[in-house]
C-alpha cells in the first residue's frame, strides 16, 4: 500500500506563488508517475501536472509557463511550483501516484490540499 501526504496550500495573493509537496510512503517496487490534480467547486477533477519515472511532463494547458512539477531523486515525493496564480486557480489540490505495487493498488491519492487565490 501506498500512503499520500500533501503540504503547503494555503491563502495567497493573485500573482504570487506557493509551493505543494506530496510525500510518498510505503511499499511500492517502483513509482511509475506522480501528478497534482484539482477540484474547483462545481468543476471536475482535472490533471494539473503529471511527471514520469523517466522525467517527462505534462501540464494543462491552463499552467504552462506558470507551473513547475519536479520530484526528488527517490521519486518519493512531488513539488508543484506555482507562480503567477490567479484566482481560477483556486481548488482543492490532490496528489496521485502510479505505482509498480507489490501488493495492493496501483494508483493512490492523496486528502488534498486547499489552495486559495484571492486578494
Known amino acids: 500500500q501506498v500512503q499520500l501526504v500533501e503540504s503547503g496550500g494555503g491563502l495567497v495573493q493573485p500573482g504570487g506563488s506557493l509551493r505543494l509537496s506530496c510525500a510518498a510512503t510505503?511499499?511500492?517496487?517502483?513509482?511509475?508517475?506522480m501528478g497534482w490534480y484539482r477540484q474547483a467547486p462545481g468543476k471536475p477533477r482535472e490533471l494539473v501536472a503529471a511527471i514520469t519515472s523517466g522525467g517527462n511532463t505534462n501540464y494543462a494547458d491552463s499552467v504552462k509557463g506558470r507551473f513547475t512539477i519536479a520530484r526528488d531523486n527517490a521519486e518519493n515525493t512531488v513539488a508543484l511550483h506555482m507562480n503567477s496564480l490567479k484566482p481560477e486557480d483556486t481548488a482543492v489540490y490532490y496528489c496521485?501516484?502510479?505505482?509498480?505495487?507489490?501488493?495492493?493498488?496501483?494508483?493512490?491519492w492523496g486528502q488534498g490540499t486547499q489552495v486559495t487565490v484571492s486578494s
Open positions: 496521485n501516484t502510479k505505482v509498480r505495487p507489490v501488493f495492493g493498488r496501483t494508483d493512490y
Open positions: 510505503g511499499t511500492w517496487f517502483s513509482i511509475n508517475a
